[in-house]
């Protein structure tokens, strides 16, 4: 199956600070998602990003395909950010939906 | 629009029983998939149902099994439970049932088994 690394693991910011999230994948996919989950569980919806840039207020993501590689960048980081970041990925007849990374444990301090 | 929900929110089982997970799609989504997240192995695909069928299957043992209704409503059912079934078991839906689909994904049912 598809393996899907993300880094870093761990990051600890100062409110307003800039970060970029990196997620590489092992396969060409289909789909490409980045979820935000909430201190609940709940996995929202940030981006579906298979190639391209796309932005959502201070947040952005870019997917070069090609390279196997996305990438969520947040600017001016605030103290309701923190959570975990995950990228999920999907091919086409694989006979699977979402195969997900570790997350980004991201910790934004005011 | 309202977004997938998913009851019950909360559960606690006693090992061996079995338990019974439902999950209402968002209006117009024939597709729900459903997800395991444990701390040890973060989340996993069960499995995905499309039009009342089975069409995808994670690599979890038989004791896991669910069905989707004419409503497009799932259910997840858990037999003879384990101490390692304890996670959150997500659910998402889609309007199609192949890779180009956005998933969106419910509040989740937090599984205990003691």
């Known amino acids: 199956g598809i393996q899907v690394e993300q880094s870093p693991p761990d990051l600890i910011l100062q409110e307003g600070a800039n970060s970029t999230l990196r997620c590489n994948f092992s396969d060409s996919v289909n789909n490409l998602q980045w979820f935000h989950q909430n201190p609940w569980g709940q996995l929202i919806n940030l981006f579906y990003i298979p190639s391209g840039t796309k932005q959502n207020g201070r947040l952005s993501a870019t997917t070069v395909a090609t390279e196997r590689y996305s990438l969520l960048y947040i600017s001016s980081s605030q103290t309701t950010d923190s959570g975990v970041y995950f990228c999920a990925v999907e091919r086409r007849a694989s006979g699977s939906r979402l195969t997900f990374g570790e997350g980004t444990q991201l910790t934004v301090n005011p | 629009k309202a977004g997938v929900t998913q009851t019950p929110r909360y559960l606690i089982k006693t090992r061996g029983q079995q338990v019974t997970l439902s999950c209402s799609p968002i209006?117009?989504?024939?597709?729900v998939s459903w997800y395991q997240q444990t701390p040890g192995q973060g989340l996993q695909f069960l499995f995905e149902y499309f039009s009342e069928t089975q069409r995808n299957k994670g690599n979890f043992p038989g004791r896991f099994s669910g069905r989707q209704f004419s409503n497009s409503r799932s259910e997840m059912n858990v037999s003879t439970l384990e101490l390692g079934d304890s996670a959150l078991y997500l659910c998402a839906s889609s309007w199609g049932a192949w890779g180009t689909y956005e998933q969106y994904f419910g509040p989740g049912t937090r599984l205990t088994v003691t």
């Open positions: 209006s117009g989504h024939r597709s």
